[in-house]
């Protein structure tokens, strides 16, 4: 069965590719997730918060010292011994290169714009196949408009394709007013690709200690159904690539995927909860299916259930919302 795809440009022998976490950022998983049958890796992102971190604290080790008292003057810290975050994550990136043969895709989460296009030059340098620009933003500014945050992001998109050579996707949220024309707006910028879609982590509270408790949940499948509007949505409205994140976790939710338009799928909480060989699981499954249901290649089932092909449209609007209405008024006993 041929399950080969293409993503950004790429040609990747199954649809299902490792998506950022704790899996894509120790070299022993990585091998564990090629020998399963993984296509490409994303590598967890780099934040700029956390570099900044990390030089402040590197420069306050060479001051401190300094100004203690006039002797320690000519003492600095050994500045090969105050590696920074990003360099071990350049680092990681090369070694991940040298001992892999699938493609290996660099995520970036900055806010200056000169961060974006700084470690994207480096990560090209470093020998990544691809990048991804995670637009994780959660707006708190309430001054600030849906379209500045927008022009913002197309204005980062924009300068790292005129820094690189290699093909930049963007990983997107679902709270745009208008997510499909910010999607067409982001491929006319440039993009080779667009992930849908991110999850946002919620804080919840503690209510006796009034602070705020940070808990990961691993998805589930229910989270796909996000996923599946907006790739049936946008495959019929884009060219770039398309890849599923989040709610993946069997055959049956590749399927929809890739019927709704997605060229591939990123694993995340699948492969964290079943371990690396459950890529194996779900690529041999998936090929059984193609099989059974009729299919020559993954290629000729894609995009098969998107807005352009499905009987009614309405469906993946106002339709679907009035059909449920109307559905729990009928079952609705009252009580």
């Not at 790429?10 to 590719?17: G, K, M, V």
């Not at 990136?93 to 995520?107: E, F, M």
């Not at 961060?115 to 691809?130: K, L, N, S």
């Not at 949505?233 to 590749?254: Q, Y």
Request: proline letters at 4%; charged letters at 25%; glycine letters at 6%.
């Amino acid at each position: 069965m041929d399950l080969t795809t293409t993503y950004l440009g790429l040609t990747l022998r199954n649809p299902f590719i490792a998506g950022p976490s704790p899996l894509t950022g120790r070299l022993d998983t990585i091998r564990l997730l090629e020998a399963a049958g993984i296509a490409a890796i994303v590598l967890p992102p780099l934040f700029e918060e956390q570099i900044s971190n990390e030089q402040m604290a590197f420069f306050h080790s060479i001051d401190t010292p300094a100004e203690s008292f006039a002797e320690a003057l000519s003492y600095f810290s050994e500045q090969e011994h105050a590696i920074v975050a990003s360099e071990a994550h350049i680092a990681h990136l090369v070694a991940v290169k040298k001992d892999t043969d699938v493609p290996i895709i660099g995520a970036i989460n900055a806010v200056t714009p000169d961060r974006w296009t700084d470690y994207a030059i480096r990560m090209e340098g470093a020998g990544a196949d691809a990048l991804e620009l995670d637009f994780y933003f959660v707006a708190i500014d309430a001054s600030e408009s849906g379209e500045e945050i927008e022009r913002r992001f197309i204005d980062v998109l924009r300068r790292v394709k005129e820094s690189v050579r290699i093909p930049v996707s963007v990983k997107l949220t679902a709270f745009h007013t208008s997510l499909a024309h910010f999607a067409r707006s982001l491929e006319a910028a440039g993009a080779d690709g667009l992930v849908l879609l991110h999850r946002f982590y919620e804080p919840d509270l503690d209510i006796k200690n009034l602070e705020p408790l940070f808990r990961l949940q691993l998805s589930d499948s229910r989270e796909l159904l996000l996923r599946l509007r907006w790739l049936a949505i946008l495959s019929g409205k884009v060219a770039c690539s398309l890849a599923a994140n989040g709610g993946v976790h069997s055959v049956e939710d590749t399927v929809k995927a890739v019927m709704t338009g997605a060229d591939c799928v990123q694993l995340t909480s699948a492969l964290l909860e079943k371990g690396s060989g459950y890529a194996a699981t779900l690529r041999d499954g998936l090929a059984a299916w193609l099989e059974q249901n009729g299919y020559d290649s993954l290629r000729q089932m894609r995009g098969s259930m998107n807005i352009e092909r499905i009987p009614d449209p309405r469906a993946l609007s106002r339709a679907h919302y009035m059909h449920l209405m109307d559905s729990w008024g009928v079952h609705y006993k009252g009580g």
